[in-house]
């Protein structure tokens, strides 16, 4: 791994902070750009009280000099504007555990009878530093032409084919929309699905896209298990909380097709290779093959609900209903865009693995040759323009 990042912070604790290694210096990077990837997290309608608490920057505190990477690691500080609220309370301990959260898990683990410790570090607060250090790594691949967008597919029973995030006019609805999502019409359905939900005292998941465009084929291996960028991908995936299923391109559906409806037939148009289809989301073999890096995510509904599951309780050792203070309905839009920063950091680190060098000038070049000396693939505008 060349990408090292590292996360510290509690939910109602000062701060988040985060330091990332590895970063090859020359990459314009300012806290204003981090931002704007931060305050797109903490939209999406369904969000509880706490976003109207936080308003999320990220200071950058090393590894950045007027304006430019230098090299060094660049550490980050986000601060908890809820912090003062809880810093003198006298908080009673958390003993009522949620079923889906960490919470009973961890008190198996770490034996904390307390469950807020637990609950403290295994909040989805941490994302917000994921997604400042997801914008470092965006910043690398916009060196080279490579953009990571995502939408929403569902929340609840709610579904969308989604829109070609190709089309500059398709990403400007998405990103106006409070769901995510392409359609204005799927849009007041899925609203209206988090009201039910709100209603009910209920929670609700749903299913976003994340893709890679303009990612040169080669990232990757197939040659050792570890080395499989589809692997890494559904990890990175995997770990953003609550996320309980992963696809790469049509994985959740390929199963029940024909091999010849499953795969992405290839002809030869001047001179170069051109996809019929891409069913495989750009991962052949665990290696990317040139077409746009598409992975699908489950998001499970928020475990902390008002309507009281049934649980116990630790205190007495009795059976009690779960504890419930404050939540979201509905997260699936912010984790959308936390999808976003993992597929980012990921790529970036399969991107330096091959072209890695201490600075952008000295990778540049490496692309270059590297693009123009592929047989049968030609890069796509945004990465021609850029090597
Ligand atoms: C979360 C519970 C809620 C969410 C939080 C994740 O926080 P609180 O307990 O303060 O109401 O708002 O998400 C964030 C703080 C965030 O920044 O996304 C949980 O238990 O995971």
Redesign the pocket.
């Known amino acids: 791994m060349i990408f090292r990042w590292f996360s510290s912070g509690e939910?109602?604790g000062p701060c988040l902070l985060g330091i990332v290694d590895g970063v090859p210096a020359g990459i314009p990077l300012t806290e204003d750009l981090l931002a704007v990837d931060l305050a797109r997290?903490?939209g999406g309608y369904g969000?509880?009280?706490?976003?109207k608490i936080?308003k999320?920057r990220a200071e950058i505190t090393s590894g950045v000099a007027k304006g430019f990477t230098t090299g060094g690691p660049i550490g980050l500080r986000v601060e908890n504007l809820?912090w003062p609220n809880w810093k003198d309370r006298d908080v009673p301990p958390f003993t009522r555990a949620r079923p889906g959260?960490a919470d009973l898990a961890g008190f198996f683990k770490y034996g904390h009878e307390d469950m807020r410790l637990i609950?403290e570090r295994?909040?989805?607060?941490e994302?917000?530093m994921r997604v400042a250090i997801g914008g470092i790594a965006k910043a690398l691949l916009d060196q080279f032409g490579i953009a990571v967008r995502s939408q929403v597919l569902s929340i609840g029973a709610v579904s969308t084919p989604g829109g070609d995030l190709r089309d500059p006019a398709v990403v400007r609805v998405v990103e106006e929309s409070t769901v995510r999502v392409a359609d204005a019409l799927v849009e007041q359905e899925m609203r209206a699905a988090i009201d039910a939900a709100r209603g009910l005292h209920e929670t609700l998941g749903g299913t976003f896209e994340v893709i890679g465009y303009d990612v040169p084929p080669g990232l990757g291996s197939h040659v050792q298990w570890d080395r499989k960028l589809d692997g890494r991908i559904a990890q990175a995936m995997m770990s953003i909380?609550a996320i309980k299923a992963v696809a790469l391109g049509d994985g959740f559906t390929v199963g029940e097709r024909y091999g010849t409806d499953a795969h992405d037939g290839m002809r030869m148009v001047d001179g170069a290779v051109i996809r019929l289809s891409n069913h495989a989301g750009g991962l052949e073999g665990g290696i990317t093959n040139g077409e746009p890096v598409v992975a699908r995510v489950v998001k499970k509904p928020?475990s902390?609900t008002a309507k009281p599951q049934p649980s116990i309780d630790l205190a007495t050792g009795e059976d009690s209903p779960s504890q419930y203070?404050?939540?979201?309905v509905c997260?699936v839009p912010?984790a959308a865009v936390i999808g976003e920063a993992m597929l980012a950091i990921v790529l970036a680190d399969a991107f330096l693995e091959k072209f890695g060098g201490d600075g952008i000038a000295e990778i540049r070049p490496r692309v270059r040759d590297y693009v123009r000396g592929l047989r049968f693939w030609r890069p796509g505008a945004a990465l021609a323009a850029r090597i």
């Open positions: 939910s109602h997290r903490q969000r509880g009280g706490r976003m936080e999320d809820d959260h609950l295994a909040s989805a607060r994302t917000t909380h928020i902390t203070e404050r939540s979201d997260a912010a």
